[in-house]
T-cell receptor
């Protein structure tokens, strides 16, 4: 399985864009990049996923480099409620489609 | 959000007693998962199911068993609870067996083994 590397923590000012990086240099051709977040004490929440192209939904944008070895999750206007641990996951290419969670990035949005 | 609920939400039990946690989903999802979350370890997969009566082990399956007799229910059993199984347990479900699908998580069960 491809592993991911994320910074352990980041700060962002409220109202500014939060850019969360993720390295996945061993990703294989058919593996998707997923982002989930976990707000304190709650279950993880799906944010977005992509394969090659950049993706955008109502929550965030996902930018994947052309070589697919890294990606960036962008929260365009961070709010205090976006304070959470953000997990970048490369979807396992085996039975069960397991999600393997690493340490994630703890994003602190500050007023 | 997908309808996925866990019960109980909190439980305290004694060492050596059996414990069963229940996960119930109303989305007719084929795949279901049990994770545990501990400080310093993130979420780790215990067991998963890819259909009724079809289950397999995850990375931390020792001391746990599961059953899936109906699509909507996935049970996690600790046959003889130990203090090392004190944790927060999360259930999840997903629809398809392809890579291009998302998983939905329950709100968690906080289990304390004393």
């Amino acid at each position: 399985d491809a592993k991911t590397t994320q910074p352990p923590s980041m700060d962002c000012a409220e109202g500014r864009a939060a850019n969360l990086p993720c390295n996945h240099s061993t990703i294989s051709g058919n593996e998707y990049v997923y982002w989930y977040r976990q707000i304190h004490s709650q279950g993880p929440q799906y944010i977005i996923h992509g394969l090659k192209n950049n993706e955008t939904n109502e929550m965030a944008s996902l930018i994947i480099t052309e070589d697919r070895k890294s990606s960036t999750l962008i929260l365009p206007h961070a709010t205090l409620r976006d304070t959470a641990v953000y997990y970048c996951i490369v979807r396992a290419n085996n039975a069960g489609n397991m999600l393997t969670f690493g340490g994630g990035t703890r994003l602190m949005v500050k007023p | 959000d997908a309808g996925i609920t866990q019960s109980p939400r909190h439980k305290v039990t004694e060492t050596g007693t059996p414990v069963t946690l229940r996960c119930h989903q109303t989305e007719n999802h084929r795949y279901m998962y049990w994770y545990r979350q501990d400080p310093g370890h993130g979420l780790r997969l215990i067991h998963y199911s890819y259909g009724v009566k079809d289950t397999d082990k995850g990375e931390v399956s020792d001391g746990y068993s599961v059953s899936r007799s109906k699509t909507e229910d996935f049970l996690l059993t600790l046959e003889s609870a130990t203090s090392s199984q004190t944790s927060v347990y999360f259930c999840a479900s997903s629809l398809r067996d392809t890579l291009n699908t998302e998983a939905f998580f329950g709100q968690g069960t906080r289990l304390t083994v004393v």
